[in-house]
């Protein structure tokens, strides 16, 4: 590897672990560790201005700049294309995704949420989160068991040609595709964080990604996330 190359790839890790982690951290509160529910009814919904309170919202960035997501239109859309459906296929859920929906008039929310730094298992290591502070949401007048907070979101392709080729076959060049989630899973009904991590996913492949690529990408981002968690 060059020494422009390496210069780039460490300056890549930095942009996507941010200032509190540089590897994928999850934890599950203490009451969520010996417990797992079967068939919990759960909501996937992306934090974002149209439930928060603007003053918070925009104090949250002040808070830790990190936390802003880095992404595409394009890559959001296939980000979320997936990632509900991996859910309803790994977990025992009952799984309600928002993650594609614009029209939410029929979500009810009286969660108030502040700027919070929660613990990770390294002493002295914290993730900062726009955090639910208490309340709860509803669709359609009915409280689903936890909801899925997706919050920071950022998606990376470093496009690499083979050889000296310019223009030829989707299969000339590598694609390295790096992807950071940070979640937290509400109980909405017993109005406590449950869980909460920031995950870290690299995938290499050869010429244009293609569906399996987010298929497999989406399942490892449900099945950790499950893991962790107190759902299965």
Not at 112 to 126: C, I, M, Q, R
Request: hydrophobic share 40%; proline share 3%; with cysteine.
């Amino acid at each position: 590897m060059g020494k422009r190359n390496y210069l780039l790839a460490i300056a890549l890790v930095f942009i996507l672990a941010g200032c509190s982690t540089q590897k994928s951290v999850q934890i599950v509160s203490e009451g969520y560790k010996t417990t797992k529910i079967n068939n919990a009814s759960l909501v996937i919904l992306p934090l974002s201005e149209k439930f928060v309170d603007a003053e918070v919202w925009e104090n949250h960035f002040q808070f830790d700049s990190t936390n802003s997501s880095d992404i595409s239109h394009h890559n959001r859309f296939l980000f979320f294309e997936y990632y509900g459906t991996a859910f309803s296929r790994v977990s025992t859920s009952n799984v309600k995704d928002l993650s594609t929906i614009t029209n939410l008039a029929n979500v009810n929310s009286s969660i108030e949420y502040e700027n919070v730094k929660l613990a990770t298992d390294k002493e002295g290591e914290f993730l900062t989160f726009l955090a639910p502070k208490n309340g709860t949401l509803t669709i359609d007048n009915n409280e689903p068991d936890f909801v899925l907070f997706t919050q920071t979101l950022r998606w990376k392709n470093e496009l690499k040609s083979q050889g000296n080729v310019i223009m030829g076959s989707e299969n000339d060049y590598s694609v390295n595709i790096n992807i950071k989630l940070k979640y937290l899973i509400w109980d909405n009904k017993n109005e406590r964080i449950a869980s909460y991590g920031v995950l870290l996913k690299n995938e290499s492949l050869m010429g244009v990604p293609k569906s399996p690529t987010y298929e497999k990408i989406a399942t490892e981002f449900a099945l950790d996330i499950i893991e962790a968690s107190p759902i299965y």
